[in-house]
């Protein structure tokens, strides 16, 4: 059999595996709403301007609706040999409502059609992520607020550097996460322009209203060529790499947790809702959910990657190529939200271990440069001679085995006579941590003033139900 919605000028059917390989139904069947949804501001339209009768156009925005609860309540047959989303659903409202059907696309192309559902999915989906990633830097804001004074070693090379406070570390990923989202909501205003009318690529002669569709639809103005309406998808790749830099903080902030929580390191506990056990060795407590948020950027970023590919050096206008734009984002964007959700999770169950982190922040010498500093300001030593000096003190603690609060001022002495006790104040990581007042600083009164400055701010933006992160859940 020919396909019924465009097989006139064909005698023969397609070959099964023609059929397989040209199906997207299989997939696009997601974009269902948004089909539905752009078919009903595209018959209002038609309605409206005179191009249809208001009779007929209100019969099958009826219709519509009748397809669109079918599918709602699970009891729709999408069917391969239909090819896609577009057509599934228009061969059932035909079905439904008889042939003023086959007027619901007077005016249109599945080039346009796909290019205006695709933009509403991808527009829905960073609405979606713009909230989570909210839910997540509040959920840091919070540990930030809590954790404001406690005190752990920061790292350069990942070897100790200088002390930090937790809270500190905290705000630096939500700090992060705000670019995140000004690059989501960057892609998000390119993106919000409407393809639906441009038709197959060169427009069409009916007296079509491209305004009150794109209005209809939410988006700020119909696209301006309509051969690049249907060719873009900057929209898709633009979203996928902002999707890639987010997923790449993610994954930092993941191994930062399977380090923090291995036995090695002891700085903090994930409890029994976010660990696995092993079924082999009774005594791990594996950190599965940080280690496979870690592992999304490796789809995220491969998406974005295949989806380049499949643009690249595409002639204008529309090429079926293009059917392989929508498995990429929809699992690089699945994945995201995903990560999100265990991420923000994870973050409220995380408890730090005050007690072992500032003793690891005293180890590997975290307040040397606090001892330059105080050459430099008490007895005006040159930054580099302090420098130096520190050093040969470090030296020396090294060779006694103990750290440098240790040390005896007679120790101190024999490296720099002018040294005094009043230097013993400056070698506590405690001290050391307060004294770094300068903005952008670690001291707890700076990161206490700059949670509770974020979470003002986002206590408006995050999912409203804090405790319970729900994961963003399959759609059909
Ligand atoms: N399923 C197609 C896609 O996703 C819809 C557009 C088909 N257009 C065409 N000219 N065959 O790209």
């Known amino acids: 059999m020919t396909n019924t919605m465009w097989g006139g000028r064909f005698a023969g059917s397609p070959a099964a595996i023609m059929e397989e390989i040209n199906a997207s139904i299989g997939f696009d069947k997601r974009l269902w709403r948004q089909d539905i949804q752009a078919s009903k501001a595209h018959v209002a339209m038609l309605g409206a301007t005179g191009i249809l009768t208001a009779k007929e156009a209100s019969t099958i925005a009826r219709g519509l609706d009748k397809v669109a609860a079918e599918i709602e309540a699970g009891q729709f047959d999408f069917k391969p040999e239909l090819e896609d989303i577009h057509l599934n659903i228009e061969s059932r409202l035909a079905e439904l409502i008889g042939p003023v059907a086959g007027k619901l696309h007077t005016a249109r192309s599945r080039n346009d059609q796909v290019a205006t559902d695709f933009r509403l999915y991808v527009r829905d989906e960073i609405d979606a992520i713009l909230h989570l990633i909210a839910g997540l830097q509040l959920a840091l804001g919070n540990k930030a607020e809590a954790h404001a004074a406690t005190v752990m070693p920061g790292f350069t090379h990942l070897q100790t550097?200088?002390?930090?406070?937790?809270?500190?570390?905290?705000?630096?990923?939500?700090?992060?996460?705000?670019?995140?989202?000004?690059?989501?909501?960057?892609?998000?205003?390119?993106?919000?322009?409407?393809?639906?009318?441009?038709?197959?690529?060169?427009?069409?002669?009916?007296?079509?209203?491209?305004?009150?569709?794109?209005?209809?639809?939410?988006?700020?103005?119909?696209?301006?060529?309509?051969?690049?309406?249907?060719?873009?998808?900057?929209?898709?790749?633009?979203?996928?790499?902002?999707?890639?830099?987010?997923?790449?903080?993610?994954?930092?902030?993941?191994?930062?947790?399977?380090?923090?929580?291995?036995?090695?390191?002891?700085?903090?506990?994930?409890?029994?809702?976010?660990?696995?056990?092993?079924?082999?060795?009774?005594?791990?407590?594996?950190?599965?959910?940080?280690?496979?948020?870690?592992?999304?950027?490796?789809?995220?970023?491969?998406?974005?990657?295949?989806?380049?590919?499949?643009?690249?050096?595409?002639?204008?206008?529309?090429?079926?190529?293009?059917?392989?734009?929508?498995?990429?984002?929809?699992?690089?964007?699945?994945?995201?939200?995903?990560?999100?959700a265990a991420?923000?999770?994870?973050?409220?169950?995380?408890?730090?271990?005050?007690?072992?982190?500032?003793?690891?922040?005293?180890?590997?010498?975290?307040?040397?440069?606090?001892?330059?500093?105080?050459?430099?300001?008490?007895?005006?030593?040159?930054?580099?001679?302090?420098?130096?000096?520190?050093?040969?003190?470090?030296?020396?603690?090294?060779?006694?085995?103990?750290?440098?609060?240790?040390?005896?001022?007679?120790?101190?002495?024999?490296?720099?006579?002018?040294?005094?006790?009043?230097?013993?104040?400056?070698?506590?990581?405690?001290?050391?941590?307060?004294?770094?007042?300068?903005y952008g600083g670690t001291a707890p009164s700076r990161v206490r003033a700059e949670a509770k400055r974020w979470i003002k701010r986002l206590e408006k933006d995050a999912p409203r139900d804090r405790k319970k992160v729900k994961g963003p859940g399959s759609r059909p």
């Open 161 to 340: 550097a200088q002390a930090i406070t937790f809270g500190h570390h905290c705000l630096a990923y939500v700090e992060m996460l705000a670019r995140d989202r000004g690059r989501f909501e960057g892609a998000r205003k390119r993106l919000n322009e409407c393809p639906l009318g441009a038709a197959a690529l060169a427009g069409t002669g009916f007296p079509i209203d491209r305004n009150a569709t794109a209005e209809a639809l939410g988006f700020a103005r119909p696209a301006a060529n309509s051969l690049d309406a249907v060719s873009d998808r900057d929209f898709a790749l633009e979203t996928l790499a902002a999707a890639c830099i987010a997923a790449m903080h993610l994954s930092r902030l993941a191994e930062e947790m399977v380090l923090w929580t291995s036995p090695q390191f002891g700085f903090a506990r994930l409890s029994d809702r976010y660990t696995t056990g092993s079924s082999i060795m009774p005594q791990k407590r594996n950190p599965d959910a940080a280690e496979l948020v870690r592992a999304k950027l490796g789809r995220i970023a491969g998406a974005f990657q295949a989806l380049l590919m499949v643009m690249k050096g595409l002639p204008l206008a529309y090429a079926k190529d293009m059917q392989e734009d929508k498995e990429p984002v929809f699992d690089a964007l699945d994945a995201l939200k995903l990560g999100l």
């Open 343 to 438: 991420m923000t999770g994870m973050v409220q169950d995380l408890e730090p271990d005050a007690a072992a982190m500032a003793e690891a922040a005293a180890k590997g010498f975290s307040t040397a440069t606090d001892l330059a500093d105080w050459l430099v300001r008490e007895l005006g030593l040159p930054f580099r001679e302090a420098h130096h000096a520190t050093g040969r003190i470090v030296a020396l603690a090294e060779s006694k085995g103990c750290g440098l609060a240790d040390l005896s001022l007679a120790d101190l002495q024999s490296v720099e006579p002018r040294l005094t006790k009043g230097v013993f104040s400056v070698l506590e990581v405690e001290n050391s941590v307060k004294s770094r007042t300068s």
